[in-house]
């Protein structure tokens, strides 16, 4: 059995026909959209919270999200041990929602970024990173968002460190880390972290947007793939 998808929708996602796309059309695999004031996740086995402006990013990025009638039920799904990705938006929506820990605080050059970054795999032992091969040394996947400096305090981030939580640093194109390549400010060079039980993901680069040749990357299928793979053997 194919393991389905499910997508929410957010007043203000914008990359939540490109999430539904990957897996449709790229990865033939079951997706369906979830409007965020639905509490039924329609028996899904992974859920999309994708990237955009949700509610406009008025007050504070993901601060109002958090409290949509879905969010209920993902915190429910996820806690239950269910798999969930947070991408961009959706990373931010995870830590207001406190399935990860951490803030997330503008970027240090309080200017937008928009660009291809590449990223270090710090951990390829996750459900999200098993496809990624040992030989390649980072991954090709764009970023684009105005606050993507992820904070926590120093307990927090030794604890993440301990844990093996921290699974995608900003680095070049040879998995080298640097504060250069940090193009936000994050801690660490933070680009994506896991929680403690490892199903939920938050990641602040797209890796939707990186899945069809079209485009010229497709290194964020590996990620897609990684959990498929995991759901199906």
Not at 14 to 32: G, S
Not at 142 to 148: D, F, K, L, R
Request: proline fraction near 4%; hydrophobic fraction near 40%; charge should be negative.
């Amino acid at each position: 059995m194919k393991p389905k998808f499910g997508v929410v929708v957010f007043p203000g996602s914008n990359c939540d026909h490109d999430a539904y796309y990957v897996i449709k059309k790229i990865l033939d695999h079951d997706v369906t959209f979830l409007w965020h004031k639905e509490n039924n996740l329609d028996d899904t086995n992974v859920i999309i919270l994708p990237g955009g402006f949700s509610y406009g990013d008025y007050l504070r990025t993901g601060a109002i999200a958090r409290f949509s009638p879905i969010m209920n039920s993902v915190i429910d799904f996820a806690n239950k041990g269910g798999i969930v990705i947070g991408i961009c938006n959706g990373f931010q929506i995870l830590l207001e929602a406190g399935l990860l820990p951490g803030v997330m605080l503008r970027n240090i050059s309080l200017q937008f970024v928009c660009k291809d970054v590449y990223l270090s795999t710090e951990n390829r032992s996750t459900l999200f990173t098993s496809e990624i091969p040992s030989e390649k040394k980072a991954i090709k996947i764009p970023i684009a968002h105005g606050e993507g400096n992820y904070f926590a305090s120093e307990d927090v981030l030794k604890e993440l460190e301990d844990n093996n939580q921290i699974v995608f640093r900003y680095s070049d194109s040879n998995g080298i880390v640097s504060e250069e390549l940090n193009p936000n400010g994050s801690l660490l060079n933070i680009a994506g972290i896991i929680n403690k039980k490892g199903n939920v993901l938050g990641m602040m680069p797209h890796p939707e947007r990186a899945c069809d040749s079209v485009l010229g990357k497709t290194d964020g299928q590996l990620i897609f793939k990684s959990i498929i793979n995991y759901l199906t053997n």
